[in-house]
């Protein structure tokens, strides 16, 4: 089986798989005492966000470039081509954001596509704190790390976004039991209509601007004393 799909198998956690991946590819391409980062880009529905880093400082540098809306990265995951700035301070596709990053200490950055399935797209993010570093062996190795890691990565991001979606139908069914206990409540106190009692807590919502969940919860602690719990299970 492909070594990369025996991680992800054997790696109790889909987000650990990806961060190793990205740890793995800065591994194959940093010189000693360089400093190399590295993020995994996913682009859905036109958002764009990290799966995974290898540092705090990597993720810091990808969300800096989905504030400007456009960069190395996201343009190689929209357009499937490698994106290879060898000098930050030379490059004027993007002189906002380039100044940005280079005023971080980086120096240079390459963005190498990944096949997906589906909708969504994907991207490796590298970035070097020296010139020099995303050579012509790097920008092999690195496309090696994302052809032999592509069916492994597939499958990553398929069970991530099951989980995504997973998550975001649990906490609708939270929200929607929680909101009914806070109607039984209205309708109890103020022996109104179910409608009635959904109508108070809209009014309220938009009165101190919270989202409806929150209002409910605070019926519900009122009422009761406690905190509303729940028990779905992703």
């Known amino acids: 089986m492909d070594t ?111 096949a997906l399935e589906g909708d969504a797209a994907a991207g490796l993010n590298l970035y070097a704190g020296r010139l020099g570093v995303f050579d012509e062996d790097a920008v092999r190795a690195v496309q090696r790390v994302a052809s032999h890691a592509s069916k492994a990565l597939r499958l990553a991001v398929r069970m991530a976004l099951h989980r995504e979606e997973a998550e975001g139908r649990k906490a609708a069914m939270e929200s929607r039991t929680i909101i009914d206990m806070a109607v039984g409540v209205l309708i109890g106190q103020n022996r109104c209509s179910q409608e009635d009692a959904v109508q108070i807590m809209k009014r309220a919502a938009s009165h101190r601007n919270l989202k409806l969940r929150d209002i409910a919860t605070q019926i519900v602690f009122s009422a009761s004393g406690a905190p509303p719990t729940t028990h779905f299970h992703v």
């Open 4 to 114: 990369y799909l025996d991680l992800i198998l054997n790696s109790g956690d889909v987000e650990e798989f990806l961060a190793d991946l990205a740890r793995h590819t800065v591994s194959v391409v940093a010189p000693p005492g360089a400093e190399v980062l590295c993020g995994i880009t996913l682009l859905r529905d036109n958002n764009a966000d990290t799966l995974a880093s290898s540092s705090d400082r990597a993720r810091m540098m990808d969300e800096i470039q989905y504030r400007y809306g456009d960069g190395p990265c996201l343009r190689a995951v929209r357009t499937n081509v490698v994106v290879l700035i060898p000098d930050l301070q030379a490059e004027t596709r993007w002189p906002e954001y380039t100044s940005v990053v280079a005023a971080q200490g980086l120096t240079s950055i390459l963005a190498m596509p990944l």
